[in-house]
């Protein structure tokens, strides 16, 4: 359904499994980043009311979720740890060449963020079925339908947007790109790498 074309090595729930905290504070990161995305949207596209009514939306959805996984780490007794780069995010965002018109980089940013939120749906699927603790499997079950609400709404964005046809190629090569990408990631404790 997410159209990943290199699924996650279901080993990487047993390094999830070993550093509960890390995970933790990378997911909480990862919710705050995603509010800041859409909050970015706003600024930077105002001109598209339906977009600045869904980002809206979508950034109370994110503070919400980054509350939860706040809260979390304080019912276990942790503190949420110091953010850090996001190498998956980092590497992601090397594909669409700098520069182009307004439109042209808005369906480039919305195909990131859709890319981003499908690969977050796939690892939340996999921690609601491998993790042991229940509690936290189930907790990332109820966030693994939004992620993939997330997913539809920015490519359906960006088709809407943009040319359609030419949408759907770049989003087939995100796609590629993405998959060699995770080739070397998957081995650290963190939401995406």
């Known amino acids: 359904m997410l159209g990943l074309k ?14 509960i905290e890390e995970i933790l ?6 919710e705050q980043k995603a509010a800041s995305t859409a909050i970015s949207l706003i600024v930077t596209h105002p001109e598209y009311s339906e977009l600045v009514t869904e ?5 109370r959805e994110e503070m919400a979720h ?3 996984v706040h809260d979390r780490i304080l019912e276990r007794g942790l503190t949420l740890g110091r953010d850090r780069k996001d190498e998956y995010v980092l590497k992601l965002l090397t594909f669409f060449p700098k520069g ?3 439109l042209t980089n808005l369906t480039h940013r919305l195909l990131y963020a859709a890319l981003i939120e499908a690969r977050s749906c796939e690892r939340f699927r996999l921690l609601s079925e491998n993790l042991e603790d229940r509690e936290l499997a189930e907790f990332y079950r ?21 040319d359609r046809k030419e949408v759907d190629q770049k989003w ?10 995770m080739r070397d990631l998957g081995k ?5 790498g």
């Open 100 to 102: 182009g018109s307004r």
């Open 25 to 30: 504070t990378d997911h909480a990161y990862c």
């Open 172 to 181: 087939q090569n995100l796609l590629e790109f993405e998959a060699e990408i």
């Open 142 to 162: 109820s966030l693994m339908v939004s992620e993939a609400n997330h997913y539809t709404m920015f490519l359906n964005f960006a088709r809407k947007y943009g």
């Open 188 to 192: 650290k404790e963190t939401m995406h």
């Open 6 to 19: 290199l699924p996650t090595d279901p080993r990487w729930v047993n390094i999830v499994e070993k550093n």
């Open 66 to 68: 980054f509350k939860m």
């Open 55 to 59: 980002m809206t939306a979508l950034a």
